[in-house]
């Protein structure tokens, strides 16, 4: 095998284009004869439409045709469909005249201009037969499901009770919202004969796939196209609750559409991060040695969505518990669908357990560090397996030494700055499963000097064009400035989903294999000598005018290109244990008289594996972090129980952090290749850069104002 080399630093691969303005996202790009559309939101939480008034709004100039249930009645529901998953349906809204929650679709309005379709929208005036309804966990109506093991090892139980030291505490995360900057559309094209279906996605194939499943056509006719997303965070995993109506209005008209849906609508209609309750039982030894934990989560879900409770996956192979139980709970509620949210449920059970743990520490008398250190594990606590890679321990040690852990007063609010505010330092660790999905890359060298490579996977703003191309000059000594590179394009490649950090350590190794077997190649046509140096150089002394490469690259499971599979951690086909790694260290100061909490410093060290472009790496990290900052002390959709409303369903009122709320983020990577999972040496750190952030954050407020706060966000009024 060729020696990984260490990864120079790169400029992003598409910082200039995204500069000037030539990455066009989805709603950029222009249409000849485009219509504009706009969906009507039900302004009430569940119930019948007894009729809908289209007649004022028909007469608006410019509007084409105001669309009602009774035109999708034969759009299919099935798992690709909102809220769907494995072998049951979804649901899909303006099937049928009835509300399953509110600001879903119940007309469509398409007209020859924005200002139309708006106007149109604003004036179409249904009428409803409300129905009881509960849209909070704590109404009645709420249904609760059983409780579910998904973690288990030892007798956690019998373990807790015969811990000579206890803790027995509850923390509460709230709903969250994405926000992404690219607001969630849709433009139905006719191209070629096919419908071109652009889309901001994170999985092209499923947008194609799913589309003709809902449509009911052949999945030939449709291309699915997302070349760039403006963030997707996960909301953006599968269809979208507006795509087939947009597609469907598209045929029936026979003319292109186009949808972006508002920011305020976003909130009832896109998908978002549950409320989620945890409870955490902990006992250990005087010493802090960890002998059992007993996890129980709770978290808010639709009626029919599928979306189940992991909670316990990541936290459970933190440190070395010999005894573990972690349950997870749903709660059904007449709201959207919920579902990922970037470290999905690694965050909120990152901020539970890394807080309780904190705690526990305090109880004790031992240094946070010094406890994290001393529970380390050397295998996989759940499943036995050893791991790939496992730095934890270094990533604390880094951190703390960058960070100067030892300058903290063990006591609460022993630590000020000069101007009086109190000093909070806080620590706290995370871990994401480090996964691979199986990939095709499709690669043409010209003796021109020009390269085209067409790869399975999406750029969100992750960097992902910035890891292929460092294969590609790496392997190849080609030209970046000649170089270009295809993703999200179902036209070009096979798609699969890009999400749970797997984008660079799925693109990484399908880009490196596809260039070492073009280097094979040119071998075989000019033999080893000749075929050193750029690969353009040795083609053009081949005499060929191109050369073509198509490789599909398996995951660790062995399924190859086309197939699900993908490594992963416990009781997948991989005979390790594979996950990345971070240690957060968080310096909070706290106004005493007003409560504010500012965070003036946080030091992260990540292990990653190989880092394949350091400035994006870095940077996935320090919006991690920015992540962690808003969920700790900004973040929270507020729901209002008798409407089934998001109350603050802007940017108004959603505050998320600003660069006057951000210290100073101070980021490194231990850039350790870990070769178990791949060829490429990648694993991932756009999730697990939040992991374990808030937690840091939460901590370090303890230790300012001795207070523990268990629920986000930490508010001023908590703190008076």
Known sequence: MMPLEQNPDRPRFDA??????????????????????????????????????????????????????????????????????????????????????????VALVVAETLEAAIEGAETVRPYYRPAAFAAWHDQPGAE???????????????A??????????????????????????TTAAFVDGKIVVMEGTQNAAALKSGLAAVLGVEPDMLEGSSPYLGGGFGQKNGLQVQSALVVKAAMLLKRPVKLVMPRAQLFHTATHRPYSGHRMRIGATPQGKLQAVLYDTEQQNSRYDQYGGAHGEHVSRMYSTPNWRSTNCRIRVDAQPVAHQRAPHEHPSSYATECAYDELAYSLGVDPVAFRLANDALKDPIDGKPYSTRRLADCLRRGAALFDWERRKSEP???????????????????????????????????????????????????????????????????????????GETAAAPQSLTAGSWGCSSAAPAVRAVALKMREQLVALVGPQ????????????????????????????????????????????????????????????????????????????????????????????????????????????????????????????????VNADIGDIEVELLDQPDTALNISGAKGVGEVAMVGATAAIVNAVYHATGKRIRHLPIRVEDLL
């Open 16 to 105: 200039r284009d995204k500069v000037l303005g030539k990455a066009l996202f989805a709603a950029d790009r222009q249409v000849p004869g485009l219509l504009h559309a706009m969906t009507v939101p039900a302004t009430i939480a569940k119930g019948d439409i007894e009729s809908i008034d289209t007649e004022a709004a028909s007469r608006i100039p410019g509007v084409i045709r105001i669309f009602t249930w009774r035109d999708f009645t034969d759009l299919a529901e099935t798992p690709a469909s909102r809220g769907g998953g494995g072998q049951k349906p979804g649901y899909q809204p303006m099937k049928r005249p009835s509300v399953r929650h509110r600001g879903e679709p």
């Open 160 to 185: 807790f009770d015969a811990a000579a030291h206890k803790i027995d505490v509850r923390y509460l995360h709230p709903q969250q919202h994405h926000n992404a900057m690219e607001m969630i559309s």
């Open 530 to 657: 000749e075929a050193e140096g750029p690969a353009h150089a040795v083609l053009a002394r081949a005499r060929r005018p191109f050369l073509d490469v198509e490789l599909p690259q398996a995951s660790p499971g062995g399924a190859s290109a086309g197939g699900g599979a993908s490594g992963g951690p416990g009781g997948g086909d991989p005979p390790f244990s594979a996950w990345s790694w971070i240690a957060h260290f968080a310096e909070v100061h706290v106004e005493t008289t007003t409560g504010r909490v500012r965070v003036s410093r946080v030091v992260s060290v990540a292990d990653c594996g190989r880092v394949m472009n350091h400035r994006t790496a870095a940077s996935q990290v320090r919006g991690g972090v920015v992540w962690g900052v808003g969920a700790a002390l900004r973040e929270i959709g507020e729901v209002d129980p008798r409407f089934g409303r998001v109350l603050n369903n802007d940017l108004a009122d959603y505050i998320v952090p």
């Open 413 to 487: 609010r022993s630590m000020r700055t000069k101007d009086g505010r109190l000093v909070g330092l806080g620590v706290a660790a995370g871990a994401y499963a480090a996964r691979t999905r199986p990939s095709v890359a499709r690669l043409r060298l010209r003796a021109d000097g020009t390269t085209r490579i067409a790869i399975s996977g999406h750029e969100m703003g992750q960097g992902m064009r910035s890891v292929v191309a460092a294969e590609l000059i790496n392997i190849l000594q080609i030209d970046p400035a000649r170089l270009t590179i295809e993703l």
């Open 144 to 158: 609760r499901e059983p409780f579910a093991v998904d973690e288990e090892a030892g007798d956690a139980q019998a």
